[in-house]
């Protein structure tokens, strides 16, 4: 089983899982993962958009296979570098006056908490904001956005994103949620993060007691392979379960990584499995640094159908697009074959 050969004392600790994560392209090197030929070509790559991978991750990865699921989602890659796409495609920056807080429906708002990750994915929708202090909430603006969130009554859902929001101390996490369950019409605080796939010890018992104390919470992440469902994995989802707080899956549609049938009707009867909803699965956002991922939508519309046919219906995701200047997530089904390159 993948994810199941190191283990030592300090390799269950969080921190020093992140103490040791590689974060250049010399420890790529160091580590056999890019040869020293190919290696300076990915130094820009490096430099426009931060590397950063955990040991425990990595040691899913079948370091044989270059085309390995985990490899594709973590290792930088020269074409990050090709344009063509916009960098805020949901002019996100800049929806509010508080800079980290974003309000793009009526109803809900999301804060970037932090802008650090346990792995830089390679994919992320943020890849382009996420280096700049500027567009990160932290500590400073925290009080600006809960003023700024008392003004707006309509917003019932508070969804606090990153970066990673479980990489903040759980002192400050837990001051986060008592604050927004302190606002009379912040109903559900929802957290998206990636902890449970890349770093799974952070969910520890003493977290997911903290988190408990402030539902009504939900918890998405995002597993977007099976061989990411590991023990470690499903043990960190299972605490928060076991203590009311639903975790539903959002998986991201990735050229070479989950794009076929096989992969996705395995990754959907896994979370069903073990407790955890399989939600979304969202095409790739059209953002600069990312177009190597993206899959045609008529792809996504053809996986839809054929996985449907072969899923029960509590298994089966919603096939969904955020397409720049709408209003919501859009079904796939509902985008024309035209233009659907994205
Ligand atoms: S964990 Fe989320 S925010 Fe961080 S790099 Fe991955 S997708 Fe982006």
Known sequence: ??????????????????????????????????????????????????????????????????????????????????????????????????????????????????????????????????????????????????EELQKRPAVREVILSGGDP???????????????????HVEVVRIGTRVPVVLPMRIDDALADALARHRPLWVNTQFNHPVELTADALAACERLISRGIPVSNQAVLLRGVNDNLDTLRELCNSLQRNMIRPYYVFQCDPVQGTGHFHTEIGKGIELSHELSCSLGGLAMPRFVADVPGSDGKTPLGELTMEGSSS
């Not at 996490?173 to 604050?179: A, G, R, S």
């Open 166 to 184: 479980l990489l903040l101390e759980t002192e400050a996490l837990e001051h986060m949620l008592h604050d927004l369950h302190a606002i009379s």
């Open 1 to 146: 089983m993948r994810g199941r050969k190191k283990r030592h004392g300090s390799w269950c600790d969080w921190r020093w899982q992140l103490q040791h994560a590689i974060r250049s392209v010399e420890a790529l090197e160091a580590e056999a993962l890019v040869e020293r030929a190919s290696a300076e070509a990915l130094v820009p790559v490096v430099n426009r958009y931060p590397l950063c991978i955990t040991p425990y991750y990595l040691e899913l990865a079948n370091r044989a296979d270059p085309a390995d699921p985990v490899l594709l989602q973590c290792l930088p890659d020269r074409r990050e570098l090709d344009g063509g796409q916009a960098a805020d495609p949901f002019a996100e920056e800049g929806s509010t006056d508080v800079p980290g807080l974003v309000q793009r429906y009526p109803d809900r708002a999301l804060v970037m908490t932090t802008s650090a990750c346990a792995v830089a994915c390679r994919h992320c929708t943020r890849k382009n904001l996420l280096g700049d202090q500027r567009h990160v909430v932290g500590s400073r603006r925290w009080a600006a956005v809960c």
